[in-house]
């Protein structure tokens, strides 16, 4: 089982959206905070670029690619009107966006955090006791607790919940640390279900990429 992945930054974005569908262009012409119309259309357009990696259609068809936001807000797939079975995900921070999509229907999230700081206030709120005690066995505690903290927002993504799940309900059981990558396993506690993820820094950001299974091989799209 494979996760295909791609990053972008908002260099990457052509200037003119005429790549967003009818619908697509009222919601971005809807935004009223500059900000807030560069994230979400960086977020569609890698989104797209990763999309059409894998439908294996070229830059003037991307209008034929459509991301929906589903009745509980997670992203959904469509090409030509219809449905894409291949769950997707999408994160973006600053000036940066990741996209993923599997090649199955299974349970997959992504979150993507700049490395910085963060409270022990912060930490009390949102991690568990035993995740605290993690984040203070390593010097570099601001990687470690965004570590966390981005483990924990993608597999509250896989759950289809996002913030609307106290994010003490999902936590990390298992971490192992390579030079430039985590491998990591998370339990949802109210269910007792397994996840398992990966993460990968870059550029002072973590992006982290979790999933229902526990055999899965990360893919890169340039």
Aim: with cysteine; glycine share 4%; aromatic share 14%.
């Amino acid at each position: 089982m494979n996760i295909y992945w791609m990053r972008q930054s908002n260099s990457d974005v052509p200037h003119n959206p005429t790549w967003l569908s009818q619908q697509e262009h009222e919601k971005y012409s809807s935004f009223r905070i500059e900000k807030r119309r560069q994230d979400w259309v960086l977020g569609r357009w890698t989104m797209k670029k990763l999309a059409a990696h894998f439908l294996h259609i070229s830059f003037p068809d991307f209008l034929r690619i459509e991301i929906f936001a589903a009745g509980d807000g997670a992203p959904e797939l469509y090409f030509d009107a219809q449905p894409v079975r291949q769950t997707i995900s999408l994160s973006h921070r600053e000036h940066f966006a990741i996209a993923a999509l599997t090649d199955s229907d299974m349970k997959m999230g992504c979150d993507l955090e700049f490395v910085e700081p963060r409270s022990k206030v912060f930490m009390s709120d949102y991690f568990t006791t035993n995740e605290n005690v993690l984040v203070q066995k390593f010097n570099n505690s601001a990687l470690y607790a965004n570590f966390i903290w981005t483990a924990k927002e993608a597999t509250v993504k896989a759950l289809r919940e996002g913030l609307r799940l106290d994010t003490r309900a999902v936590e990390v059981v298992e971490l192992k640390k390579d030079t430039e990558q985590f491998t990591f396993k998370m339990q949802y506690h109210k269910t007792d279900t397994p996840y398992w993820g990966q993460a990968v820094l870059f550029d002072g950001f973590i992006a982290a990429f979790v999933c229902e299974r526990s055999q899965f091989k990360m893919i890169r799209i340039n």
